[in-house]
């Protein structure tokens, strides 16, 4: 519950995101790794008796350890200095006030706009007349492909004032030969989420069109959010289709 409460609240995520890297020196991968090798040592003394022989399994499991430690540190870092972009002011024209809706209506979101967060990542919107993929069906369809680069992060994104209630932004994506960055926070593979949360939704491999949900809830009387269809990955591509709100409950 925690979990979904933070990734469905953008201002609670930043709050958290803050928590984090005032914490951060206290998970100082160096820091750990001592207080881990102390604690081996007292375990090789008690091991040393018991189970002379296990000693070196116990070593390749702590030196393990110790590893991941330091690797997660600099996972940590390397995630609170990729904040997503900034979302558009409320008073533009880019963002698509979505205004009242029923439980269980929903509001299609068009004219989104890509962010390219990674060199040579590819993304195309196709119009009907320009889609000669026999895969993808009539109607706009928004694209991403990992490129040259071997690393991508980009998505196609839409801002949205809404009133205070629960939602769920909705679209159909389709995937192929998707290979996921390593441990990625924010999300794996292709998926749906909003700015500033991290999401649970993905697809990775390759699969036909299926349909993907991230619900969120509006606090205020009036909020901007940024809807976020992205691919994080080292390889593949992904498509999006049919791009919506929800309204979930009042």
């Known amino acids: 519950m925690v979990a979904s409460s933070l990734r469905s609240d953008p201002e609670l995520n930043l709050q958290f995101r803050n928590r984090v890297a005032e914490l951060l ?6 820091r750990l790794a001592s207080r881990v090798q102390t604690l081996q040592q007292k375990l090789r003394s008690e091991f040393a008796n018991l189970n002379p022989e296990g000693l070196e399994d116990i070593d390749r499991k702590i030196a393990e350890l110790v590893d991941r430690l330091r690797e997660r540190h600099r996972n940590i870092i390397q995630h ?4 997503d972009p900034p979302i558009p002011d409320p008073s533009t024209d880019d963002v698509y006030a979505v205004g009242e809706l029923g439980v269980g209506e929903i509001a299609m979101i068009s004219d989104w706009h890509p962010i390219q967060e990674t060199e040579q ?5 196709l119009e009907p007349e320009d889609n000669h993929d026999a895969m993808i069906p009539p109607g706009v369809v928004y694209t991403i492909a990992v490129g040259d680069a071997d690393e991508c992060v980009a998505s196609w994104r839409k801002t949205v004032l809404l009133p205070a209630g629960r939602y769920a932004f909705v679209a159909e994506l389709r995937v192929e030969d998707v290979v996921e960055r390593v441990q990625d926070d924010r999300g794996r593979g292709a998926g749906l989420r909003i700015s500033g949360a991290n999401r649970e939704n993905n697809l990775l491999a390759s699969s036909e069109w299926s349909s993907l949900k991230f619900e969120f809830q509006i606090t205020e009387e009036q909020q901007a959010v940024q809807l976020v269809s992205e691919l994080r990955a080292i390889k593949g591509k992904m498509a999006m289709r049919n791009p919506g709100i929800i309204r979930t409950s009042p």
Do not use: D, K, N, T
């Not at 020196?25 to 160096?30: H, I, R, V, Y």
């Not at 609170?80 to 904040?83: S, V």
């Open 25 to 30: 020196p206290l998970f100082e991968g160096s």
């Open 80 to 83: 609170l200095a990729q904040p």
């Open 121 to 125: 990542a590819q993304l195309e919107r």
